[in-house]
């Protein structure tokens, strides 16, 4: 057991996050962390003002940052970490300005609103034939039948591949969670998770290129033909779309889930009208115990704030769980509320790399908290241990097993 | 003559992504607050207007024919 006030990864701090955060965004709203050399940044508008000003914080934290990875990976690993660096350096989030602009938008018509709400069907399919899978077992770990299938379902589907292939690219998925996790043994299912993703892609993107069709890897395959993505790039990012749906939207379900069915009289509600209620429920749900806890910049510049230097270069870490509990901006911030609206929540982020998938995990949310409630109005806990992953960065339940009907 | 637009930005929801301000500059500008306002309603063509409204992640952006008051983004 750690105490060390700066070890982010203590127990402690990864169980309850918001005792933690909360406590720094009351005391010293921009704190510097010596242990993992970063600026911690809770307060609401100090997070909003951050992520706006991408001219001061830049996005290439894995690029531009010298440091050993935090916390220590094995030592005999460190050929791995500059491997998984050289992966990590083009992902459309680790870029600034101008190469981002352009990236962005290559990819950005394929997730506009107006786009991602057109998979609502699909989606509502996919969550009813995962619930009639387990339905006559009146029990299920929510994680494993539900919040992980479904996002790679409709990740399969996007990518343009076989669903006979949804195995496959489950098993990569899995991999790809070790990424700002605390196990020093990280990098090696890190990398070989990105290794089989990359392997697996290459020969899709060729093909794409040469018949295009309706799906995101034609769009970065077009990218690529007009010169804005290299080919490692369109890889690289063929990942990112398989990690950054999954790990999140797993999240989302989990963490809804375990909220509704930790409030009794919230859960009442959503039952009674889920149709009605499950928009600014699932708001509700993403601000209370959002998918992403933080994220990282890197200073582009010397920036001074609460009386204090940042130097460029210093890495900064901004918790989006603290802010979407700043007093200052929600009244009884720590209430969950299925009502509150409205509900400026920063769970995806705010500012030019403001999340582009968050359309398509609302569609998610909702479609499974709507069905939750309308198929099994009486479910319930069936544990009394609940375990999170050691991440900085997600808040990613280990299993969430719960029941209806005689599932007892 | 090309028909006058509304253009009005919802500030609740604007977080300052920058795509109209990218995709219809004559239009669209940041605030102190890197949230967008209009300063030139006719400052891009109509359909410019309509994809910097469809662009917008949180679908802030409201656009009218000022004349009639039709709604022409978002569409029904």
């Known amino acids: 057991m750690s105490h060390d006030p700066d070890d982010l990864f203590a127990p402690e701090v990864i169980a309850d996050p918001y005792g933690y955060f909360g406590h720094l965004r009351e005391t010293d709203p921009l704190h510097w962390n010596a242990r993992s050399e970063l600026w911690i940044v809770t307060r609401y508008e100090d997070l909003v003002w951050l992520v706006r000003h991408h001219e001061l914080f830049s996005s290439a934290v894995i690029k531009s940052d010298q440091r050993p990875p935090y916390p220590p990976i094995d030592a005999e690993d460190r050929g791995l970490f500059d491997e998984v660096r050289h992966f990590r350096s083009d992902q459309l989030v680790e870029q600034d300005r101008p190469a981002h602009t352009t990236m962005r938008e290559a990819v950005h018509e394929y997730f506009t609103p107006t786009a991602m709400e057109s998979w609502r069907p699909f989606v509502r399919a996919a969550v009813a034939e995962l619930l009639d899978e387990v339905a006559p077992k009146g029990r299920m770990d929510v994680l494993q039948a539900l919040a992980a299938p479904l996002p790679v379902r409709i990740i399969t589907h996007m990518m343009g591949v076989p669903s006979e292939d949804r195995d496959h690219l489950r098993a990569l998925a899995d991999k790809l969670l070790y990424i700002n996790r605390g196990e020093s043994y990280r990098m090696k299912p890190l990398m070989e998770g990105i290794r089989a993703m990359m392997e697996y892609v290459e020969p899709k993107v060729g093909q794409r290129a040469e018949k295009p069709e309706n799906d995101f890897i034609s769009v970065l395959a077009a990218a690529e033909k007009n010169g804005v993505f290299t080919r490692h790039q369109v890889l690289v990012n063929t990942a990112l779309l398989l990690f950054a749906g999954h790990e999140t939207t797993m999240n989302l379900i989990c963490n809804g889930t375990l909220a509704l069915l930790c409030h009794p009289d919230q859960w009442a509600r959503l039952t009674a009208d889920p149709a009605g209620t499950v928009r600014v429920a699932t708001e509700e749900i993403l601000r209370y115990d959002p998918p992403v806890k933080s994220t990282q910049r890197i200073a582009a510049a010397d920036v001074e704030r609460h009386g204090k230097q940042i130097r460029k270069g210093d890495r900064i870490r901004w918790i989006m769980a603290a802010a979407n509990r700043d007093p200052r901006i929600f009244e009884n911030p720590d209430r969950f509320d299925l009502s509150r609206s409205p509900n400026p929540h920063v769970s995806f982020g705010s500012g030019i790399h403001y999340c582009l998938g968050a359309t398509l995990a609302r569609v998610e949310g909702q479609e499974v908290f709507r069905a939750l409630a309308e198929r099994f109005p009486d479910l319930w806990l069936d544990t009394d241990v609940l375990e999170y992953q050691p991440s900085i960065q997600f808040r990613s339940l280990k299993s969430l097993p719960v029941a209806w009907g005689h599932g007892a | ?76």
């Open chain 2, 1 to 76: 003559m090309s028909r006058l637009l509304k253009i009005t930005v919802d500030h609740r929801y604007c977080v300052g992504s920058a795509q109209c301000v990218n995709l219809a500059p004559g239009v669209f500008r940041h605030n102190e607050n890197v949230q967008s306002e209009v300063f030139d309603p006719a400052g891009a063509p109509e359909a410019a207007v309509l994809k910097a409204a469809r662009f917008c992640p949180t679908s802030a952006i409201r656009v009218e024919d000022a004349n009639t008051g039709e709604v022409l983004f978002p569409q029904a």
